[in-house]
Nanobody, 127 residues
Framework: QVQLVESGGGLVQAGGSLRLSCTASGGTGSTYIMGWFRQAPGKEREFVAAISKTGGFNNYADSVKGRFTISRDNAKNTVYLQMNTLKPEDTAVYLC????????????????????WGQGTQVTVSS
């Protein structure tokens, strides 16, 4: 069983940057594929980015490509989401997710394929 705790959210002006962190406990750093999702009020949960167990592969939603970067430090059991050039439409609760399966680029864009979830961290981008 793994527990995920997100941090780093906050209020930022449009064009600004934030770095989210997700630290896992209860498992080793390279055991899980890690993903970031977001959910805005009244909207469905949306895929943002995912990274393979070793960090060698990643995938991004089209809406964040070129602005967001996912990375991981397995020695610290932590995955990061660097968010640059933030837009008001990026406002949402950002959730970290983990799964112990085998990397598949498309498979891990779907929230139902992750077994473990954090509680989320709020990101608010003002215009």
């Amino acid at each position: 069983q793994v527990q995920l705790v997100e941090s780093g959210g906050g209020l930022v002006q449009a064009g600004g940057s934030l770095r989210l962190s997700c630290t896992a406990s209860g498992g080793t750093g390279s055991t899980y594929i890690m993903g970031w999702f977001r959910q805005a009020p009244g909207k469905e949960r949306e895929f943002v980015a995912a990274i393979s167990k070793t960090g060698g592969f990643n995938n991004y939603a089209d809406s964040v490509k070129g602005r967001f970067t996912i990375s991981r430090d397995n020695a610290k059991n932590t995955v990061y989401l660097q968010m640059n050039t933030l837009k008001p439409e990026d406002t949402a609760v950002y959730l970290c997710a983990a799964d112990g399966g085998t990397w598949s680029r498309y498979y891990y864009t779907r929230s139902q394929h992750y077994n473990y979830w954090g509680q989320g961290t709020q990101v608010t981008v003002s215009s």
